[in-house]
């Protein structure tokens, strides 16, 4: 079952690799314009990665004068696995090497089940996704888990919402039961990197991806490069106080921005806006399902029920009071908002916005974009795939 | 008047450059040992950095058997100029091309007098200490302006309390003035640079500086590199909201951190407290000098005057409410923390300390050193330094 995928022997190789993932089939020539490689040193390296399998040649180029040159591209048997745990579901992918999503399942599960049981889950997804015939292995495979993670390791730390899981080797667990190389990370900052390779931050180097879905979480992107800080919890903004002294939050606190406005923070109030009378529109789903969630919030603000739409706002306020802060300091150039409560849509983006372009400096909002994220539930996946693909296009 | 310095030819000399501005005089063994070059490239680019002149043979290095080899360093003759335009005061220091300071003058002054004034002032102390025999010249200048700077070109942009500067080519008059290479860069980031080079901050990647003094500022360290922002405004952390129906701000806004605690708030509230009867020994000290400034609560707070240890506490746990957000956000190895009101001292960083441990994750502060800058006011010129030794010291 392990398959002995190449790795580039040098930082050469590894760059061309990733021109390759992320721009597609290239011709030498062109290649050589992107990177700074003499003609001759960049033959000798494309043709090692040749004879590695890792590429190969793919018909003739367009002409620019002269001999024609060949096109090379990325082997198309090469197969990445993407993984997103997410508090509620798991989502699992199969990848070409450009990480094209050839497959994409997902499946309801609750992360606190523990290791055992979620990994035989994705593990049969995975088994399922081979059996449709779009992998006979995978080159690598990249996961993302919903809590802190100590990135070197790929062990999850503390995770406030997985109990279970604290200190549990996944990389290791899963390298050994998938038989290829497994990398692991927290789902905000895969989420970031998805819509960076595919989505709307494609080509931005310094953004902040906010993902608003049971907690809250922030991915951060300088320079191209994820953020993850120096114990792996960068990006931890559910547990900053938007009120003095608001309500307790499951951290021990008080006034933390989850224990305001989040999935399960919404689902709660709008427990109690269907109850009190105050919205017909959730009181009535609340009786047909007999529970709510972010789904319904979202359903009754569309209708015009005037408590889902204020609950909302609140919400995007609060969100977008922190988010103003990280403006300030961070100076993006661009945030995306992402997750489950996205759901909520253009109300929960206006007043998001409201907020931080009241709040912070001109000079950091001038040119400052903030928008929904793209790709969805996809974002994970591909951000998982792109993850692997870093460390399998380096050098071993 | 303009010294011609030469600069390094390509990547490997920048680099052998900052290791002996960084380690001081080194041995050609040991410098191949920590930057990975063969030993007859190494020796090549050694040759002509000593043809240069940038770097000179300095003596026979200690044996490690076999033939003993020269030991090199920086040119005892190189100068650079080290500039910190304060909201009140300017600093102006020459180091040599160690950064270690020869020679260091403060004049108080206001930035809002212009760029004019505050040019002469600066040319006037820059001569001063030309005449005093430590500088025939200068291979660069660094300059430190207190707002927010266009990096690439040198312009301050908008700056709040830098009426008359906004658009100002600071970068280019003064190289015209200096005959040198100029770099400017906001204070605050200039205070990490020297606290990284020569303080506190020595040998960390990742860390916070946060400078409290006229106003409020954070230097972002990301992987060894001053992390700007997409428009240079990063670290504005001043306008960030602590208090939701604060006080009105200079900013247009309400309940932003500098209108509760900075110099000038602090100010505001020593006078209230001294002219309400709150502060017997703030009263005291209004009544003698007829101005009262944080210099002063500090004195009061020392001889335990109960209103003054309470201003600083106050202002510590709303400085350190926004900490323990960026804390959460950031993950940080280190935050420093620097600038005038420093002189408050053990009190103000108790309450900070408890705001951001109670309040940031644990995961987060668990191995968080909050330290007091190490350097006082020579940070700034030290940072300014070593950002025009990295221009000097890298590829023209």
Known sequence: MRRMTARPANAHQARLLRLLRDGGPNSRAQMGDQIDLSRSKLAVEVDRLLETGLVVADGLAASRGGRRSHNIRLAPGLRF??????????????????????????H?????????????????????????????????????????????????VAPPIMPGWDGFPVREALSQELGCPVMVDNDVNLMAMGEQHAGVARSVGDFLCVKIGTGIGCGIVVGGEVH??????????????????????????????????????????????????????????????????????????????????????????????????????????????????????????????????????????????????????????IGAARLISDHVFSPA
């Open 81 to 106: 696995l993407g993984v997103d745990i997410g508090a509620t579901s798991v989502d699992v992918a199969v990848t070409n090497a450009e990480l094209e999503v050839l497959g994409h399942l997902n």
């Open 108 to 156: 309801p599960m609750d992360v606190r089940e523990g290791p055992v049981a979620v990994f035989e889950r994705i593990l049969e997804m995975a088994a399922k996704l081979r059996a449709a015939g779009l992998a006979e292995g995978f080159d690598g495979a990249g996961i993302g888990v919903p809590g802190p993670v100590r990135f070197p390791e790929g062990v999850p």
């Open 228 to 381: 993850r800080g120096v114990t792996g919890s960068a990006g931890d903004i559910g547990h900053i106080r938007v009120e003095a002294d608001g309500r307790a939050c499951a951290c021990g606190n008080k006034g933390c921005l989850e224990a305001h406005f989040s999935g399960a923070a919404l689902t709660q109030d709008a427990l109690e806006a269907a109850r009190s009378g105050r919205s017909p529109a959730l009181a009535a789903r609340l009786e047909a399902a007999g529970q709510l969630s972010a789904v319904d919030v979202a359903a009754a603000a569309a209708v015009g029920d005037a408590a889902a739409l204020e609950l909302i706002r609140e919400g995007g306020n609060r969100v977008g009071q922190v988010i103003a802060g990280l403006v300030s300091f961070f100076n993006p150039a661009l945030v995306v908002i992402g997750g489950g409560v996205t759901g909520l849509g253009h109300t929960l983006l206006a007043s998001i916005r409201s907020q931080v372009y009241r709040q912070s400096l001109p000079l950091a909002t001038g040119n400052l974009p903030i928008v929904l994220g793209e790709l969805g539930p996809t974002a994970g996946v």
